[in-house]
């Protein structure tokens, strides 16, 4: 049985046994679930893919998270100044991802963060087209997707 089912399962099991059904009790029964597979990882047969997600999902998070903030700081310093220093472009770029929830995953993150949206992808799925508010070196904005969500992406899905 895949693992994120099983910590799912234990995750309602604490839930019953507290006879509390908040959000803060599944979340509780979610981390011990987590930890109790982990701990008894050779007695189940889980193989280690299912841990090494579930830290790039949280990695992903993460790195999300500290993207929208430098991105929300420089939008918001670029609107209060008295001339703006923004050169917004379209700027193709190359994907990695094939599958439609990958593509659809990074095309969300991209048009989440401030100062960038995600336009189109190109009919065989090959090219993202992204406006970016700040495209002074489109090479730049181009390799920093590619390493940063596109790579971190790929790590969580990988097979």
Do not use: C
């Not at 046994?17 to 889980?46: E, H, K, N």
């Not at 050169?87 to 100062?115: M, W, Y």
């Not at 065989?124 to 969500?149: P, W």
Request: no cysteine; aromatic share 12%; glycine share 6%.
């Amino acid at each position: 049985m895949n693992g994120l089912v099983i910590n799912l399962l234990l995750a309602f099991a604490w839930a019953a046994m507290t006879g509390d059904f908040s959000f803060a009790s599944l979340a509780t029964g979610a981390v011990l679930g987590f930890f109790a597979l982990w701990l008894s990882q050779p007695l189940t047969g889980i193989d280690g893919l299912y841990f090494k997600r579930f830290y790039r999902a949280v990695y992903l998070a993460l790195f999300f998270l500290w993207e929208l903030l430098l991105s929300s700081i420089a939008v918001a310093w670029d609107v209060i100044r008295p001339v703006p220093q923004n050169k917004p472009e379209l700027i193709e770029i190359p994907l990695t991802v094939k599958s439609d929830f990958e593509i659809l995953l990074l095309t969300n993150l991209i048009s989440l963060t401030p100062g960038t949206l995600s336009v189109d992808v190109t009919e065989d799925r090959e090219t993202l087209i992204v406006h970016a508010m700040f495209a002074d070196d489109a090479e730049a904005i181009r390799r920093d997707i590619k390493d940063g969500f596109e790579r971190l992406i790929m790590g969580v899905f990988e097979k």
